[in-house]
T-cell receptor
Framework: TQLLEQSPQFLSIQEGENLTVYCNSS?????LQWYRQEPGEGPVLLVT?????EVKKLKRLTFQFGDARKDSSLHITAAQPGDTGLYLC???????????FGTGTRLKVLA | SAVISQKPSRDICQRGTSLTIQCQVD?????MFWYRQQPGQSLTLIAT?????????ESGFVIDKFPISRPNLTFSTLTVSNMSPEDSSIYLC???????????FGSGTRLTVV
């Protein structure tokens, strides 16, 4: 099983601050997804990264896939209270349709 | 992408009873996936449900405790049987997205066992 370790586990910041969340593994991935889960909801897919070194932007969110495709980061610029939630990285286990999820980063943005 | 309706959204149940969770997808899908999210934790796959065959369970999960039905290509149920407080979790169903990978999830069922 390819484990996905996320850091930090918890993060509480003030509105307007920047932050970065990391997703790391010892294994190489063909692709990796990032999700956000708000209270009372299921996770919602934010982005899929596929190519080593790839950078994708979604408004104030910047996602990067490591050159060796073993790690990824999510950077949020000028965080807002609406960014509050659980951020999860995930990948599909090779040869299956099953996805394994990271340990999660719980973000709280204070107004 | 597909839209999933999951119900109930939450329930409080007595220990020893069973609860059946339903997921309805607005399109036909080959596989549906059931996950458990324990309080403050990430998601753990319980089983994969294929239409017309028995569900495939992950290590640590058994059919007697979590029976699954998949009567057609748009619907599945997960039953949590003989519940104990340790079963208190969020239960989520999902289907694989077409094209960009990843899953679409239902909104989850928050189960509390007292």
């Amino acid at each position: 099983t390819q484990l996905l370790e996320q850091s930090p586990q918890f993060l509480s910041i003030q509105e307007g601050e920047n932050l970065t969340v990391y997703c790391n593994s010892s294994s190489v991935f063909s692709s990796l997804q990032w999700y956000r889960q708000e209270p009372g909801e299921g996770p919602v897919l934010l982005v899929t990264v596929v190519t080593g070194g790839e950078v994708k932007k979604l408004k104030r969110l910047t996602f990067q896939f490591g050159d060796a495709r073993k790690d990824s980061s999510l950077h949020i610029t000028a965080a807002q209270p609406g960014d509050t939630g659980l951020y999860l990285c995930a990948h599909r286990t090779s040869g299956t349709y099953k996805y394994i999820f990271g340990t999660g980063t719980r973000l709280k943005v204070l107004a | 992408s597909a839209v999933i309706s999951q119900k109930p959204s939450r329930d409080i149940c007595q220990r020893g009873t069973s609860l059946t969770i339903q997921c309805q997808v607005d399109s036909q899908v080959t596989m549906m996936f059931w996950y458990r999210q324990q309080p403050g934790q990430s998601l753990t796959l319980i089983a994969t449900a294929n239409q017309g065959s028995e569900a495939t369970y992950e290590s640590g999960f058994v059919i007697d405790k979590f029976p699954i039905s998949r009567p057609n290509l748009t619907f599945s149920t997960l039953t949590v049987s003989n519940m104990s407080p340790e079963d208190s979790s969020i239960y989520l169903c999902s289907v694989e997205r077409t094209g960009d990978g990843g899953y679409t999830f239902g909104s989850g069922t928050r189960l509390t066992v007292v």
